[in-house]
Every structure is written in C-alpha cells, then in structure tokens.
C-alpha cells in the first residue's frame, strides 16, 4: 500500500502550523550587527578572518576529492591492466 500526501503551503505557513517560532525578524537583527561590526573592523569580525574557517575546509575537502578520484582512476586502472 502507498499513499501520498501533497501539502501546498509556504513556509511561513508550515512553521506556524507546527508551532515553531517565526526567526526571521532576529536573523535580520543579527545580520545587522554583524555588518556593523565588519564596517568597524571589530576583532574578529574582519571579512577574511570570517572566511578563513570555511576556507581551510574548503581547501581539505579538495584535496580529499582529489585523492579519492585518483585512487579511483589508478584502481580502474590496475584492473583493466590485470585482464590482459
């Protein structure tokens, strides 16, 4: 047995139907602050002492992809080797 449910509703409407909190007037302070601080230069709120976290990751992450395809192409590699 399958049965499927369609739901046409915003989010906004979801979010208040199953109680959670409208975030959006506070996310908007937030970003607000933030950008205050940035224009400032407050300490550690400086644009690349921000993104140098995501940065970091960005570059490991890279590097693991990297090595995963390599170690996927040298194996396909070996196999067809092995076959003749």
Known sequence: MKINVEVD???EEIRAFLGLPDVAPLQK?????V????????????S?????????????N?????????Q???QSGSKD???K
């Open 72 to 74: 996927a192409f040298t």
């Open 29 to 33: 302070e937030m970003m607000e602050d």
């Open 62 to 70: 890279m590097d693991a992809m990297q090595k995963l395809f390599w």
């Open 9 to 11: 509703a915003t989010p």
């Open 81 to 83: 080797d092995n076959k």
């Open 48 to 60: 690349l002492a921000m993104m140098q976290p995501l940065m970091q990751s960005g570059v490991a």
């Open 35 to 46: 950008a205050k601080r940035m224009r400032e230069g407050q300490q550690g709120y400086e």
